[in-house]
Structure formats: structure tokens, C-alpha cells
């Protein structure tokens, strides 16, 4: 990786926040020089960097989302980026990429979504200039761990999201993060079927992450919520996602992920609420199998076992 682009995923990892050249110099084994020329080279690609006597800081100017950032983060990742300033939904650009035979990998990002779509027809509020609206096209290979992908873009998503801000939010079963009370990301993972064969072709995962503080909608204001970090860069939060998600996937098989699931779950050994054959009941979320099913202790001390659906936790 080029130095300039060490720096631009230095900076976005730590915006705001001021990094002595010295030190820079240090860490990538280059001159003070070569640090002023890299840094010098992205201020003429309209990186917004303020230089000081204390080293350089990458401002908040700088989170406009952009796929040449996003690509040369993770180089080795190859595929292309998409970015949109507006767009219905990511998820819906996505699926016309993949019958265009996208490669795996390919992402669509935007800032904005004027018809975000959530699980079981829900849509998902995406205003601009708030969060980050994602959708990744993979083609799986281990298809009958095809019921791990929702929690391996939830596990993707704690890890993205506590590297780039520190904060480590929790997962409600099946695709929600939550910090506290509050929703602060989803999930929509959507199947493409090859017509021919029947055959799943792709996947499309879409996930949405509410990153800065935002007005919500009074119908949800009582439970979203949203990163809240005092700077973030959208980019580095992307680049580190797509990373990380696509790491998971190509490990399917491997148990350890279904562990990361279940140790950041919100809901093991708390009674809920959940809907199953149209009727509301209640019982212990008491277990997550490896298919990422939620197995549920009813009061007459029998074990309801639930592939999806939906699930509150009681007294919430």
C-alpha cells in the first residue's frame, strides 16, 4: 500500500485528532519528508488536512463518502465500489448489479436512501449526512451455512464499529444492533435465485448504521437511536466493514463466529415477546444455535425453536 494511502486510513481512523509526523515517520519506517509529500498529495485530492506545528489532523470536513477512499483502505479487496449521494436503495442497486454478474465483493454505499428498506417490509429511516447505507454482493460458497450470513454481518458490524469509533454495540436477534435501549444499526440479507438452476447465485447483504445524532420520525423516535461519536469518518466505518464482513463469509464453516454472535447478545437468559403462526407469546430466550436460531423455554417448560421472526424483549 502506497504511503499517502497508510495515511488516509490513519486519518480516518482518528479523525480530529492530532498525529505527530515524527511519529508517523516512525511507524512506517519513511522520512518526515515522504510523510509532508503523502500528506501534501491527498490535500490536492481535496482531503481537508490541517498541518501544524503539532503534526497533521484530518478534519470532519472529510466525511463525504467516497469510493476511491473506501477502495484504497482495503486494496486488497479488488471489487468496485458504488457511490450514491441519493438513491431508493441500496439493497435494489445491488440486485440489479448482481444480475449483471457483480463480482463478490462489490459494494453500493450511499448517503442518502429515499426508500431504505428494513426486514418483513419495515423501511429503514436514512436521512442524509447521518449514517452509513451499505450493500454488499457476495457469492457464497458454503451455501448450507446460508442461515449464518445475517449473524455474520452482525458479528462484522460490532467489530466494524468498535474499531473505528470504540464503541461496542450489542446484537438483538436476528439483525439489530443496539446500544442501551436503542436501535442504532439493521440488517436485510436478500437472496438472488439463479432462474435456470434455482440456485441461490448471490447474496445481498444491506446494512444500515445510524452514525450521528439525528431527529427520528415521532413513530420510532422511542427506539432508534444512533452512534452518537463525537467524529467518524463513514469511509474508514465502510472500509472496515466490508473487510471484515467478507472475512466472515469466506469462514461460514468456522464455529468461532457463531460464538462472537452469541457473546454480544442482548437477549440470551432475558424473557421476551415473540410472534409465531400469527399469536404473541412469551418465554426465556434461553439459547442461539449454530444456524443462528433462537431456541425460547416456554412457561410449560418446552423449548420453541425460532428460524426467524420477531422478537422484544419484555419490559422494555
Known sequence: ????????????????????????????NVSRAAVWKAVKALKSEGFDIVSSASGYMFTENNDFLSSEAVSRMVPEITAPVYVFEEIDSTNNYAKVLAAQNAPHGTLVLANHQTAGRGRQGHSFYSPSNSGLYFSLIIHPEHTEYISRITPAAAVSSVEAVETVTGIRPG???????????????????????????????SVIIGIGINCRTMAFPDDISHIAGSLEAESISRNALAATLRQRLLYHIDHLDDPAMMDLYRRDSIVLGKEITYTYNNGVYTGLAEAINDDGNILIKKPDGTVQTLQSGEISIKDW
Do not use: C, Q
Not at 1 to 28: C, Q, W
Open 1 to 28: 500500500m502506497a504511503l499517502k494511502d497508510e495515511l488516509l486510513r490513519e486519518f480516518s481512523l482518528h479523525p480530529m485528532t492530532v498525529i505527530n509526523g515524527e511519529e508517523l515517520a516512525s511507524r512506517y
Open 171 to 201: 446484537i438483538k436477534w436476528v439483525n439489530d444492533l443496539f446500544l442501551g435501549k436503542k436501535k442504532i444499526a439493521g440488517i436485510l440479507s436478500e437472496a438472488v435465485t439463479d432462474f435456470e438452476t434455482g440456485r441461490i447465485s
